[in-house]
Structure formats: structure tokens, C-alpha cells
């Protein structure tokens, strides 16, 4: 049975994680505040397997992903990680490494907006959780650093050399994830990185209030667009304007669509209701 079955406003405890679920805004908070946020072997896999069970949750309309404490999140845990790996044989190698990226799948593929609210650090695997996200909140607190070449690994993990030039383009990305140098918010904010910049000690509210508009709207129509820009990326424009097409299609047998016409005419504001 599902932990969040119950009452308007449910909470559940997972490895290093929070949830909480109130009036349609999930809100997942990386909870290892000691080692800013790091990730566990079990943290990876719990969050995989969390965002798999609210992306079940018809009640969920909204994500907000966020830190406790003075970060965001500073990657794979180094001692744990890096001491485990370093025994382990190609099979066991290749399964962390997909379970890694089946955190981020996770995040593209969820039905509904995903909001990272980053203050402080966001490095490693922790800036590729705010990559994946559909908008980054940011504090001018915030820095991300994609700094898995500076532990002697390849930039691209998580699908980071897949979505990183699809957000800043192919010269930033490079830079970033080649160097590996940390990007701080001003800069974040200039190359696109962050969707918006917020006042100092903001970021959760602003977040929040993201998240609020983003459930109250029409969550079919969301669910489609996010679906479709993920889709879209790697599709030529013939097939792209195609899949818009019989979507659009769809969404024009739908409640929320004849519900506008109706509350347009009516003039009043447009109740939705994700059907
Ligand atoms: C630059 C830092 C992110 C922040 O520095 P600072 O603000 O000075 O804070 P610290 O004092 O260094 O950190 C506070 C405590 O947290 C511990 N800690 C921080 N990050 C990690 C981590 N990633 N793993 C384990 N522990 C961490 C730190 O040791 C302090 O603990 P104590 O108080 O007990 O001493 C700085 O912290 C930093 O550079 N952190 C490491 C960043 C990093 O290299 N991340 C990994 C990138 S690679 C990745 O994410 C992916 C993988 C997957 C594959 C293999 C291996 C690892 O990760």
C-alpha cells in the first residue's frame, strides 16, 4: 500500500530523505544536513524509488525538491562511494551507475513539474538533480559544480552531457562539465542555468509559490508539455509537429479544455481538473 494513502497532509521517512504531501505539492527534502546533503548508496536508491511512487500519486501535481541546511546537495557520498566502488567488479560498477541515472530518468519521466530550490552547494550528482528538474529555484547563495572530472571521472554521468548543452548549450556545458569549476548564481542566472533568482533566504517560499501555481493549473496540459519537451529534443520537426498534433488532439477531448471555453464565456476564472 502506498505510504502517502491517508489524510490531505501525509508525511514518510525514507534514507536521508523527507517527504511531505500537502494540497497537491509533494515536497522531497535531501535530509543529511551534516554532510550537506551527500548521497548515499541507499539516498540514490530511495530517491529513485520515491519519485517512482509519487509519480503513482494521483494527488501529486507539483514537486519541489530541496536541501536542509547550508546546501543543496554536494554529490555522491566521497568515503562511501568512492571506498565501495573502488572493490567492486564491472557488473556491480555498471548497476550503481544505472541506478544513479535512474534517479534522473525518475525526475524527466515523473508526470508532473519538478522544482529544484538550490541554496549553497549543488556539486556532483547534487547538480545533476537540479539539472533534471523542470525549473531551478535559486538562492544567490547557490553554486553548482559538475565536478565528477575533478574525482577522475567522466563529466557525462547521470545524463549530465545529455541535458546540461540542451539548458546552457554545448559551450558552457563543456566548460562546466570538463572543468568542473563551481558556477555561481549571477553567472547561473546570466548562461540559463537557473529559471529564477530569488532574494536572499527566499528560495523555499519562492519555490512554494512555483509549485502552488503549477498545481492549481491544468496538470494534463503540464503533464503533455514536459512530455513533449523531453520527446522533442531528439526529434526531427516533421515528427515533432506530428506528436504535437494528435497531443493537442487529446487535449481537445479533454474536461479542462471545454472547461476553459466555459469559464471564458462565463468570465470566470477556469476550475481544473487534470482530466
Ligand atoms: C566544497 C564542499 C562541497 C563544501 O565545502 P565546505 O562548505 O567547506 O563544507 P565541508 O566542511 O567540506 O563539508 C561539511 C561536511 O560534509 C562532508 N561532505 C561534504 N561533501 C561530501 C561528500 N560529497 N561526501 C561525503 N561527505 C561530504 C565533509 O566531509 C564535512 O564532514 P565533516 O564535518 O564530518 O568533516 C566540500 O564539502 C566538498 O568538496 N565536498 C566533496 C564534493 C564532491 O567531491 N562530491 C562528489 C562529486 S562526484 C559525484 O557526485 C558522484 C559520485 C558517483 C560516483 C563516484 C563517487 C562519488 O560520487
Redesign the pocket.
Known amino acids: 500500500m502506498s505510504p502517502f494513502t491517508g489524510s490531505a497532509a501525509r508525511t514518510a521517512d525514507w534514507t536521508h530523505l523527507r517527504v511531505r504531501i500537502a494540497d497537491g505539492v509533494a515536497t522531497v527534502t535531501l535530509a543529511r544536513p ?3 546533503n ?2 548515499t548508496f541507499g539516498a540514490y536508491a530511495d530517491l529513485r524509488d520515491l519519485l517512482a511512487e509519487l509519480s503513482r500519486e494521483r494527488s501529486v501535481r507539483a514537486l519541489v525538491l530541496a536541501g536542509e541546511g ?2 543543496f546537495c ?9 571506498g565501495a ?1 573502488l572493490d567492486m567488479d564491472t557488473a556491480r560498477l555498471l548497476d550503481f551507475n544505472r541506478m ?1 541515472g535512474q534517479v534522473v530518468r525518475a525526475i524527466r519521466e515523473c508526470p508532473f513539474p519538478v522544482i529544484a530550490a538550490v541554496h549553497g ?1 549543488a ?4 547538480a545533476v538533480l537540479a539539472l533534471a528538474a523542470d525549473f531551478r529555484v535559486a538562492d544567490p547563495s547557490a553554486r553548482f559544480a559538475f ?2 572530472t ?2 577522475g ?1 567522466s563529466g557525462g ?1 547521470m545524463g549530465a552531457a545529455y541535458l546540461l548543452p540542451r539548458v546552457v548549450g554545448l559551450g558552457h556545458a563543456t566548460r562546466l562539465l570538463m572543468l568542473g569549476d563551481p558556477v555561481r548564481a549571477p553567472e547561473a542566472e546570466r548562461i540559463g542555468l537557473i529559471s529564477e533568482l530569488t532574494q536572499e533566504g527566499r528560495t523555499d517560499e519562492a519555490a512554494a509559490a512555483l509549485a502552488r501555481r503549477l498545481a492549481d493549473g491544468p496538470a494534463l496540459a503540464y503533464a503533455q508539455t514536459k512530455a513533449l519537451l523531453t520527446a522533442e529534443l531528439d526529434m526531427p520537426l516533421a515528427a515533432s509537429v506530428e506528436l504535437d498534433a494528435s497531443t493537442q488532439a487529446l487535449l481537445m477531448n479533454g474536461e479542462d479544455y471545454a472547461e476553459f471555453h466555459a469559464a471564458f464565456t462565463e468570465k470566470r476564472p477556469p476550475k481544473w481538473r487534470g482530466r
Open positions: 551534516e554532510k550537506l551527500a548521497l547550508r546546501g554536494s554529490g555522491g557520498d566521497v568515503d562511501e562511494i568512492i566502488t544513479t552547494v556539486a556532483g550528482a547534487g565536478l565528477f575533478r574525482v571521472l554521468d
